[in-house]
């Protein structure tokens, strides 16, 4: 008896395209993160987070229990045509949702954080606390 052989030549097409496309040894490009930007001068620092469209409703900021800058968006937006005569064979939706923690410095004044959206960017100011001068006592021998 003869044991069939399958024959993969005809396959060959599917596996060059296949290896031609495979995004293994390629970072991902359709990740949602926005980007960020952050900035320092003397009295603060400054994180820009930019979100095109985005709106304040859809953020929600806050300090958790460890100290950590909590950074959560979302947004929802559907793009409908109404007609009563007409069904739908496609309708476009989109959807993000982005949350991310930071740790911040030690010099970060925490009381006082604040937040705004420009322009479809999300502007978070953390001002640093005060600089007390120490005082160093030192002791000058007389000779």
Not at 12 to 40: Q, Y
Request: proline share 3%; with cysteine.
């Amino acid at each position: 008896m003869m044991l069939a052989r399958r024959n993969n030549s005809d396959n060959w097409m599917s596996k060059l395209f296949g290896d031609f496309f495979d995004d293994g040894w390629m970072p991902r490009m359709d990740s949602t993160a926005p980007a960020v930007n952050v900035k320092e001068n003397e009295k603060a620092y400054e994180m820009e987070i930019a979100a095109p469209g985005l709106k304040k409703e859809f953020c929600r900021i806050n300090l958790d229990e460890e100290g950590n800058l909590n950074v959560k968006m979302e947004q929802k937006f559907e793009h409908k045509n109404e007609d009563k005569k007409e069904h739908y064979l496609r309708r476009e939706f989109s959807y993000s949702n982005y949350e991310q923690s930071y740790v911040l410095p030690d010099d970060v004044d925490k009381e006082n954080i604040s937040a705004k959206v420009t322009d479809g960017i999300l502007h978070i100011e953390l001002p640093k606390l005060a600089q007390v001068q120490k005082k160093v006592e030192q002791k000058i021998e007389v000779s």
